[in-house]
Structures are given as C-alpha cells and as structure tokens.
C-alpha cells in the first residue's frame, strides 16, 4: 500500500499564490502518475493537474498558465504551484497517485482546503 499526505493549502486573496505538496510513503511503484484533483462544495470531484514519473504533465483548461505541477521522483513528491488564484478555485484539492491503466494501486490523500477570498 501507499500513503499519501498534502501539506500547503490555506486562505489567500483573489491574485495571490498557494504552492500545495504531497508525499507519497509505503509501497511505491514505477512508473507511476501523480496529479492533483479539486471538489468544490455541491460540485464533481475534477482532474487539475498530473504528471508521469517521465515528466508528461496534463492541465485543466481552467489552470491552464496559472498552474504549474511539477514532481521529485527521490522524494516521491508531487506539487502544485497555483498563481494568480481565483475564488473559482476554492476547493478541497487531493492528491493521487496511480498507475496506467488504473487498478487496483490506486491512492488518494486525504485532502487540503484552499480558500481563494475575493
């Protein structure tokens, strides 16, 4: 199994930066994907930003240029570097890590709050 924690979320006015981090722990396998997802309230969970363990990084339209995703494989680490955030952004973002095609290794932390006051 593998455990996955965030760390980094928080309250920040429209304009400003959150840059949001994810260690995975346990059994981790390569290659691998590691992304970010977001639920906002009364909303469907939805797929920000992920990254292979190659380097192949995937955005959301609506982050497009704002969002950067980035990952240290000797840390097994994920980030999301968001700028210019927008109230629309205010959700709880989780962090995934799995393998193609999807199975059974498949995890999810256990989530972060980000706040985006206008």
């Not at 996955?4 to 260690?23: K, Y």
Request: charged share 15%; aromatic share 10%; hydrophobic share 35%.
């Amino acid at each position: 199994q593998a455990q996955l924690v965030e760390s980094g979320g928080g309250l920040v006015q429209a304009g400003g930066s959150l840059r949001l981090s994810c260690a995975a722990s346990g059994i981790i396998f390569s290659p691998n994907v590691m992304g970010w997802y977001r639920q906002a309230p009364g909303k469907q969970r939805e797929l920000v930003a992920s990254i292979t363990s190659g380097g192949n990084t995937n955005y959301a339209d609506s982050v497009k240029g704002r969002f950067t995703i980035s990952r240290d494989n000797a840390k097994n680490t994920v980030y999301l570097q968001m700028n210019s955030l927008k109230p629309e952004d205010t959700a709880v973002y989780y962090c995934r890590l799995w393998r193609v095609p999807i199975g059974a290794y498949d995890y999810w932390g256990q989530g972060t709050q980000v706040t985006v006051s206008s």
